[in-house]
């Protein structure tokens, strides 16, 4: 079974733009989560998502949003980016959330 | 509040020795406990899990313990080697996942 996909992998934005990220779950999972990984804060919950729903949030911005779509596949978008959104962004499934999660190898994202 | 700690950021082992890995927790309501390996360049990968109805629980050359009484848990590695070398992180479960900072772990041939 192929695992979590994610792409891009890296991505170079400057200040004020907008950028989406894209995760393809492991194929019967349908828990999408996705955190943001920093040498500062470590591995932040940004939120989950079931059945196209978003079932969790964390403590994040209105900036960051996501969704998912009815194959569960998943997109984060993070609108009017600053220089500390610069981080690994991971994503994470699992067939119903709550239990053991299987992550990508993120989307590292520098903010000029 | 809650959080999910670790006692030491690094950690250096001789290859062959066993390594062992803490985390402290601060939530009583805690149950579902999961140990990452994280190499560099990857994401997390799982290792091994515990609920709180367990104390130990083993996989191959990995054991996990967990201390409720004074809300520790434990990553145990047998005869590590140049291939454990990452970064550990514990994390509990909640439906989303709370990790802790994360143990370096170096292998010293």
């Known amino acids: 079974k192929a695992g979590v996909t994610q792409t891009p992998r890296y991505l170079i934005k400057t200040r004020g733009q907008q950028v989406t990220l894209s995760c393809s779950p492991i194929?019967?999972?349908?828990?999408v989560s996705w955190y943001q990984q920093t040498p500062g804060q470590g591995l932040q919950f940004l939120f989950e998502?079931?059945?196209?729903?978003?079932?969790n949030k964390g403590n994040f911005p209105g900036r960051f949003s996501g969704r998912q779509f009815s194959n569960s596949r998943s997109e984060m978008n993070v609108s009017t980016l600053e220089l500390g959104d610069s981080a690994l962004y991971l994503c994470?499934?699992?067939?119903?959330?709550?239990?053991?999660?299987?992550f990508g190898p993120g989307t590292r994202l520098l903010v000029l | 509040g809650e959080s999910v700690g670790l006692h030491l950021p690094t950690l250096s082992v001789q290859e062959g020795d066993n390594s062992i890995i803490n985390c402290a927790y601060s939530?009583?309501?805690?149950?579902?406990f999961i140990w990452y390996k994280q190499e560099s360049g990857k994401g997390p990968q799982f290792i091994i899990d515990?609920?709180?109805?367990?104390d130990k629980r083993q996989g191959q050359r990995v054991t996990v313990l967990l201390n409720k009484t004074v809300k520790h848990l434990s990553l145990q590695i047998a005869a590590t080697q140049p291939g454990d070398s990452a970064v550990y992180f514990c994390?509990?479960?909640?439906?989303?996942?709370?990790f802790g900072k994360g143990t370096k772990l170096s292998v010293k041939p």
């Open positions: 194929s019967g999972h349908r828990s």
């Open positions: 939530n009583s309501a805690s149950d579902y």
């Open positions: 994390a509990r479960s909640q439906g989303n996942l709370i």
């Open positions: 515990i609920r709180s109805n367990m």
């Open positions: 994470a499934s699992s067939t119903t959330g709550g239990e053991t999660q299987y």
């Open positions: 998502y079931f059945s196209e729903t978003q079932r």
